[in-house]
């Protein structure tokens, strides 16, 4: 059964940093791209990232350029998140989502939730 | 490119509810739509346009026009209520962009 797990979220002041890792189970991770979707409180869904499933191309929303970064680890079958210099805009639920062929997430994760707060 | 959803639809029991996204040429592009319910993760509904995963009843279907998809959902249940999001693609696309998401209140 297809199932992605994240972890990592939590209370962190403007200016910080964050990483946030997402597990894998029951597909072969080594054939799907992911993606990271946030979503604000009481706001709706923003994509924020996207990685191949080698690893090697990724993609970010302009608002995380040069902040945010994303990685993978084939062996161990996670995906990580990284968040530097965080911005109190930046608090919202993370999603881990598996990339389908055709461009639908077709499973999520429970997400994990980053608050920025001073 | 922008995708517009209305805030919220309101529907009876058992009556029919449709769930626009508007979207210049979105006629060209994949559609797809995917149900939030309070406190939980979105869960995708209907990929490619037309296509229900495993699970998900026929109840609910997908459509598109030039400039406009819709998700109907026929005989509305109270479990239906949540918060409804279109996304699309193109292929091989390595981004995604989601509407502002609608609100089904079953009244």
């Known amino acids: 059964q297809e199932k992605l797990v994240e972890s990592g979220g939590g209370v962190v002041q403007p200016g910080k940093s964050l990483r946030l890792s997402c597990a894998a189970s029951?597909?072969?991770?080594?054939?799907?791209?992911l993606h990271w979707v946030r979503q604000a409180p009481g706001r709706g869904l923003e994509w924020v990232a996207f990685?191949?499933?080698?690893?090697?191309?990724?993609q970010f929303t302009d608002s995380v350029k040069g902040r945010f970064t994303v990685s993978r680890d084939i062996y161990k079958n996670m995906v990580y998140l990284q968040l530097d210099s965080l911005r109190l805009e930046d608090t919202a639920v993370y999603y881990c989502?598996?990339?389908?062929?055709?461009?639908?997430?077709?499973?999520w994760g429970r997400g994990t939730l980053v608050t920025v707060s001073s | 490119y922008v995708l517009t959803q209305a805030p919220s639809v309101s529907v009876a029991p058992g009556k029919t509810a449709a769930i626009n996204c508007a979207g210049d040429n979105i006629g060209s592009k994949r559609v797809h739509w995917y149900q939030q319910r309070p406190g939980q993760a979105p869960v995708l509904v209907i990929f490619?346009?037309?296509d229900r995963p495993s699970g998900i009843p026929e109840r609910f279907s997908g459509s598109k026009s030039a400039n406009t998809a819709t998700l109907t959902i026929i005989r509305v249940e109270a479990g239906d209520e949540a918060d409804y999001y279109c996304q699309v693609s193109d292929i091989g696309s390595d981004y995604c962009l989601f509407g502002g998401g609608t609100k089904l209140t079953v009244l």
């Open positions: 989502a598996r990339h389908r062929e055709g461009g639908s997430l077709d499973y």
């Open positions: 490619d346009n037309y």
């Open positions: 029951g597909f072969t991770f080594n054939n799907y791209d």
């Open positions: 990685v191949r499933n080698d690893g090697y191309w990724v």
